[in-house]
């Protein structure tokens, strides 16, 4: 298997936490997101349309969403404990994959982009703080009393929210007070053996390239 990612890519870190979880051999190529590797033609073209990172290409295959990637690991090297096929137990995994590819996305992951790269695409700091806040309140809600977002078990419905909830005081939204059931779930994750080491700190901003974003 091969993964497309770049140092700094929070939602790449999703995909190899479940790789190295799971023992699964891959290779990294490292698409340059500070040179715009992503948006060139041949990329848009043969990777993603939408000219992002992660990509895994497996058997002849390439997937460009991150929780599709989840999906099909989980799916292929898994079978049941990461995503279970039960309807039930596979919604309840579902609801929070969906929560990071929404409002932990467009809350933390965007909120943090702006604060550490004055990179702001979707709103400003109030604005997508507010979005930051639904999703760690709805964490906050499932996990002041669960150890594991969707079931007693952690999913890929963890991996989908932990990158930007892991860095959401770079966002300057602080776990500790108001999030403490969030926060204890970050260093439960973290304390997994095997889980992968985070990305490299962001090391330039991007804000003579917005017209590129």
């Not at 298997?1 to 190529?29: A, C, H």
């Not at 079978?79 to 929070?96: F, H, I, S």
Request: hydrophobic fraction near 40%; aromatic fraction near 12%; charged fraction near 25%.
């Amino acid at each position: 298997m091969k993964l497309y990612t770049f140092y700094e890519s929070g939602n790449s870190w999703k995909v190899r936490i479940l790789l190295e979880q799971l023992g699964v051999p891959y290779e990294k190529v490292i698409i340059d997101l500070l040179k715009w590797e992503q948006k060139t033609e041949k990329f848009m073209r043969d990777f993603n349309p939408r000219g992002q990172v992660p990509v895994i290409e497996d058997d002849g295959r390439r997937f460009w969403d991150s929780a599709a990637c989840l999906v099909y690991i989980a799916r292929k090297y898994d079978r049941q404990d990461w995503l279970p096929t039960e309807a039930g137990d596979m919604a309840e995994v579902m609801n929070w994959v969906a929560l990071g590819s929404s409002e932990v996305q467009f809350g933390l992951q965007y909120t943090r982009r702006g604060v550490m790269r004055d990179r702001w695409i979707a709103g400003n700091l109030e604005q997508l703080q507010a979005i930051g806040k639904t999703a760690l309140r709805a964490m906050e809600w499932r996990l002041k009393d669960h150890d594991w977002l969707a079931l007693d078990r952690i999913t890929i419905a963890d991996l989908a929210c932990f990158p930007y909830v892991y860095y959401s005081h770079e966002a300057k939204l602080p776990l500790d007070k108001d999030y403490p059931g969030v926060a204890r779930w970050v260093a439960r994750c973290t304390a997994l053996p095997n889980w992968a080491a985070p990305p490299r700190a962001p090391t330039r901003h991007y804000a003579d390239m917005t017209a590129k974003a």
